[in-house]
């Protein structure tokens, strides 16, 4: 508490650093936590619709259904009849349905809609799923949007490898910022420890004081940081056109989780001390 007292510009200094750090952090995890739920969303809307033929009884087709509903990868099966296909046609048309007159009253195949459970919401899940089903006789034509869902996962590729490096450059500058501003605070108290060497004080009795000190630097620069955070994201869900988030398939921006925030201060914390512990043993050396 000593040296927080006698130091506090420098102490300062490296809690600023640390919450400055940190924050870019944080935003990269916000970032990232907001755009894994648009991913989620819209791997939500994976649907296979298997449209029937024509010709067979209620009971192969609830047979079919039964089979479908068994399968691991499965979280619901829904039947379309015929008429619900037609009202659901009608609907999507608005005030054009009326091109429908003179058509048959039935015009649309039955079709068993598929909403694979969330693990299974991409290719690999969606031919495992078509691979059970095989040349059923009932199936007519199955769709799922397969151009859709490869080009989704390919351009995921590509924003998680992006994502990862950032995320990577931003950790590794986070500790080197911090490890070197925590250095040159301790080479700045050097008469200190030599002081403390010359009356006889031990390595840990030496080393105690900086390691309590870079752990509260921690603290105070990963809370505020945290709180950096929620300001800036409380300006940027005010700011954004709420037509952004219907576009994207989200109700709103999500703030990060608790134990996010929880990571966040224990490496703040975990930084500030073993950063300090490191350049008290390099300048011991």
């Known amino acids: 508490m000593a040296n927080l007292r006698q130091s506090w510009v420098s102490s300062m200094i490296t809690t600023g650093i640390i919450a400055i750090s940190l924050l870019m952090v944080g935003s990269y995890l916000l970032l990232a936590h907001n755009l894994q739920d648009v991913v989620e969303q819209w791997k939500g809307d994976v649907r296979i619709t298997i449209y029937l033929r024509d010709g067979f009884t209620a009971s192969d087709v609830n047979a079919l259904i039964d089979r479908v509903s068994g399968f691991p990868e499965m979280e619901s099966v829904t039947y379309v009849t015929k ?39 991409n290719v690999e899940g969606i031919r495992s799923i078509l691979s059970r089903i095989g040349d059923d006789p009932l199936v007519e034509e199955i769709a799922y949007g397969k151009d859709w869902l490869q080009r989704l996962e390919k351009v995921m590729k590509v924003v998680n490898l992006i994502a990862a490096v950032l995320g990577g450059i931003l950790c590794l500058a986070a500790i080197f910022i911090i490890s070197n501003t925590i250095k040159l605070t301790v080479l700045a108290r ?36 945290i709180g950096l955070l929620v300001i800036l994201f409380q300006v940027l869900v005010t700011r954004i056109d709420p037509t952004v988030f219907q576009i994207l398939g989200i109700a709103s921006l999500r703030f990060l989780t608790p134990a996010t ?12 001390g073993v950063g300090s512990l490191a350049s008290v043993g390099r300048f011991s050396r």
């Open 190 to 225: 050097k008469e200190e420890l030599e002081i403390m060497r010359l009356v006889g004080a031990t390595e840990g009795f030496i080393r105690t004081p900086f390691l309590i000190e870079g752990l509260m630097q921690g603290l105070a620069g990963s809370i505020i940081s």
């Open 83 to 121: 008429e619900q296909a037609l009202e659901e046609f009608k609907t999507m048309l608005g005030g054009e349905k009326d091109l429908l007159d003179g058509l048959d009253e039935k015009p649309l195949p039955a079709s068993l809609r598929l909403t694979p459970r969330s693990e299974y919401r």
């Open 261 to 272: 925030v929880l990571t966040i201060i224990v490496g703040g914390m975990t930084l500030g």
